[in-house]
């Protein structure tokens, strides 16, 4: 019996070093948004925070000159939020690519994979019906050298 070789097999190694790499762009995406939405978090726990302290300080009283400075401290905090929510928006756009980027190549890499293996399949009937007919070639000759000799 030949033994089976898969001739796009140098092929099938680039589908999988693609993936790969895919994969590995898609967890990079992955984490960066996490990251994005972790800084987010922090931003409105501080706005949270700086927004309670005004209020316990009004409750106390305060003078309107330390109030602009905490009020351009909320629109700070504000505007700080707004950046990283439209940095997470785009993170996740970025995230969605690489995850459809890596879906096609895991697709491209698993149906090359399937062809290897029904080629593997049909390489090896190929072969046990050759192997099969060599048998019968075999045990019909013993079977006719039999017959002549007797």
């Given at each position: 019996?030949?033994?089976?070789?898969?001739?796009?097999?140098?092929?099938?190694?680039?589908?999988?070093?693609?993936?790969?790499?895919?994969?590995?762009?898609?967890?990079?995406?992955?984490?960066?948004?996490?990251?994005?939405?972790?800084?987010?978090?922090?931003?409105?726990?501080?706005?949270?925070?700086?927004?309670?302290?005004?209020?316990?300080?009004?409750?106390?009283?305060f003078s309107g000159s330390s109030q602009h400075f905490y009020q351009r401290s909320l629109d700070a905090a504000k505007a700080?939020?707004?950046?990283?929510?439209?940095?997470?928006?785009?993170?996740?756009?970025?995230?969605?690519?690489?995850?459809?980027?890596?879906?096609?190549?895991?697709?491209?890499?698993?149906?090359?994979?399937?062809?290897?293996?029904?080629?593997?399949?049909?390489?090896?009937?190929?072969?046990?019906?050759?192997?099969?007919?060599?048998?019968?070639?075999?045990?019909?000759?013993?079977?006719?050298?039999?017959?002549?000799?007797?």
């Amino acid at each position: 019996m030949k033994a089976f070789s898969f001739r796009l097999e140098t092929l099938l190694h680039l589908r999988e070093i693609t993936k790969d790499k895919a994969l590995s762009q898609y967890g990079q995406a992955v984490a960066s948004r996490e990251s994005m939405e972790n800084q987010l978090h922090t931003k409105r726990q501080m706005l949270t925070d700086l927004q309670h302290e005004i209020s316990s300080r009004r409750a106390v009283g305060f003078s309107g000159s330390s109030q602009h400075f905490y009020q351009r401290s909320l629109d700070a905090a504000k505007a700080e939020i707004q950046r990283c929510y439209s940095e997470l928006q785009a993170a996740k756009k970025i995230e969605d690519s690489n995850r459809e980027s890596y879906l096609k190549a895991d697709s491209s890499f698993k149906s090359f994979l399937r062809l290897k293996e029904k080629n593997r399949e049909d390489h090896l009937a190929i072969e046990s019906k050759k192997e099969e007919a060599e048998m019968d070639d075999l045990i019909g000759g013993r079977f006719i050298y039999n017959q002549s000799n007797f």
